[in-house]
């Protein structure tokens, strides 16, 4: 009997980050198995991953040798296949390789109908369960674990959307700039009322202060008081000075 591959702790997963087209509707990415192989994998060894429906990874059984690779065109009845087949030296720690894997990125494969294994685009949702499988000249000699279900975005057909929001879109539109209309005018109503105003009030001020200005003011005229006439008799000195009352006569 055959010696069964070694399982690794290792469970394949889809990126975290934010990644453009990270999930599509034939398509999905999964973050590169780095320095899981090392110290199970030789010069010549190479590494799949296989693909299957999330129900139907248990019956998932793996190849004796390459040519026993279930391939892509036989996923609707086997309900699985392997693709992505890569020298195993691509995923040791020393090798620079970009950090995501896109499963389902060859069109080429529908199109043409190859009978090799290819990674063609996947032909529903799913959901799908994915592993990677280390094989050798006498087979596996080591596996992950597999994924959690990785489920798709399903297409949306051309004869579903409903033109209805785009046409209230439209509307809203419109009623919108009406509003920004009366709005422009009204503002322009109030600014030239308030305008009028000040400068009306400007105006009067202008004229009250020249009326002020030409008015003219008559007093009433107090003539200056005369000199009280001297008493007669009263005589004054020394000159200048007037007796309050007259000096009797002085006998002869």
């Known amino acids: 009997l055959p010696t069964p591959p070694a399982r690794l702790p290792y469970v394949p997963r889809v990126p975290p980050m934010a990644l453009l087209g990270k999930v599509t509707a034939t398509t999905f990415a999964l973050e ?4 899981v192989f090392d110290g199970h994998a030789d010069a010549s060894d190479a590494v799949w991953l296989a693909v299957a429906f999330a129900n139907a990874s248990a ?19 086997a309900r699985s296949y392997m693709t992505l087949e890569t020298a195993a030296a691509a995923y040791s720690c020393s090798a620079r390789s970009p950090p995501v894997l896109r499963v389902g990125d060859d069109t080429a494969c529908r199109d ?78 109030v600014l030239g009322a308030l305008g009028a105003k000040v400068w009306g009030s400007l105006c009067h001020q202008d004229l009250g202060t020249d009326a002020f200005a030409r008015r003219s003011y008559r007093t009433h005229h107090i003539p200056p008081a005369l000199p009280r006439p001297v008493p007669p008799g009263c005589r004054c000195s020394p000159p200048g000075l007037c007796c309050s009352a007259p000096r009797p006569p002085s006998p002869c």
């Open 32 to 35: 590169r198995p780095c320095c």
């Open 59 to 77: 019956a998932f059984r793996n190849p004796r040798s390459r040519a026993d690779v279930p391939p892509y065109k036989q996923l609707p009845t």
């Open 112 to 189: 043409q109908g190859r009978q090799d294994p290819c990674n063609g685009p996947l032909p529903s949702p799913g959901p799908y369960r994915v592993k990677f499988l280390l094989m050798g000249c006498r087979g596996p000699k080591a596996e992950t674990l597999w994924s959690e279900p990785i489920l798709l975005r399903r297409a949306v057909s051309p004869g579903t959307i409903d033109p209805v929001p785009t046409r209230r879109g439209s509307d809203v539109v419109v009623i919108a700039s009406i509003l920004a209309s009366l709005g422009a005018v009204l503002a322009a109503t």
